[in-house]
């Protein structure tokens, strides 16, 4: 009997942010799950531009460090898109609608909080998941 290869039809790409260089998004990024202990004041992650990224664009960004290790994890919108907000959801026990350029999961937060991005072409829609509602945060 042949290998059908589908063994290996839902592996995630997966990449490490560091402290030590911010990271810009590009096109190649799509699909990826990011992942980042955190960096004090540090915008870890750029998004593209929505033209650049288009639609069907996505990411994810989980915090892997320890709570209180490491520092917050930034996302930004990129300075191009303007005053296009990135929409969403942060899901824990209360929901929270957010129109914003910036998320973040904080210094404090649990292993695992996670920010996911998918770019619909003319906006940013963000789904954040934590243990708690004051683990991400927007602005």
Not at 13 to 27: C, N
Not at 73 to 90: E, K
Not at 91 to 99: F, I, L, R
Not at 117 to 128: K, P, R, T
Request: aromatic content about 6%; proline content about 2%; overall charge negative.
């Amino acid at each position: 009997m042949s290998k059908s290869g589908r063994y290996s039809a839902d592996r995630k790409k997966v990449a490490t942010l560091t402290d030590a260089a911010s990271r810009t998004g590009v096109i190649a990024d799509c699909g990826t799950i990011f992942l980042a202990t955190g960096a004090s004041g540090t915008t870890l992650y750029t998004l593209p531009t929505i033209a650049v990224a288009g639609k069907g664009w996505w990411a994810k960004f989980v915090k892997t460090g320890a709570a209180g290790a490491g520092g917050a994890i930034n996302i930004q919108a990129h300075a191009d898109d303007g005053d296009t907000p990135i929409i969403g959801v942060i899901c824990e026990d209360v929901n929270t609608a957010v129109a914003h350029d910036d998320l973040t999961i904080i210094d404090g937060a649990d292993p695992g909080s996670q920010w996911e991005l998918v770019c619909d072409g003319s906006q940013w829609i963000a789904l954040g998941f934590s243990t708690t509602d004051s683990d991400i945060a927007s602005s």
